[in-house]
Nanobody, 125 residues
């Protein structure tokens, strides 16, 4: 049984930082594509960042230079470091996994079939 459990969300003022974590269990996630998505009320879900099985990464233009995705293969945990947060970053954030191998460019075209329950991030101005 694959499980993804996010944590680390909360409320922060604009310009602040948060680090989201996603604990992974049930499969050797380190070999697969992993990503962070977000969805704000009334908006479509947006893919924020991807990390491939080879450690390569890619980011949405809206977060490039501010967010960093990483993974700790020993702790089986995926992270999203978010800096210089703005109110536009307010959303529910989800980690997701696609059970395929590849670099970030390949992972970008894949269907993510495992999802966490989400963690809320609220940024006030």
């Amino acid at each position: 049984q694959v499980q993804l459990v996010e944590s680390g969300g909360g409320s922060v003022q604009a310009g602040g930082s948060l680090r989201l974590s996603c604990a992974v269990s049930g499969y050797t996630y380190k070999r697969y594509c992993m990503a962070w998505f977000r969805q704000a009320p009334g908006k479509e879900r947006e893919r924020v960042a991807i990390i491939g099985s080879d450690g390569t990464t890619s980011y949405a233009d809206s977060v490039k230079g501010r967010f960093t995705i990483s993974k700790d293969n020993v702790k089986d945990t995926l992270y999203l470091q978010m800096n210089s947060l703005t109110p536009e970053d307010t959303a529910m954030y989800y980690c997701a996994a696609a059970t395929v191998f590849g670099g970030a460019w390949y992972c970008a075209g894949q269907r993510y079939n495992y999802w966490g329950q989400g963690t809320q991030v609220t940024v006030s101005s």
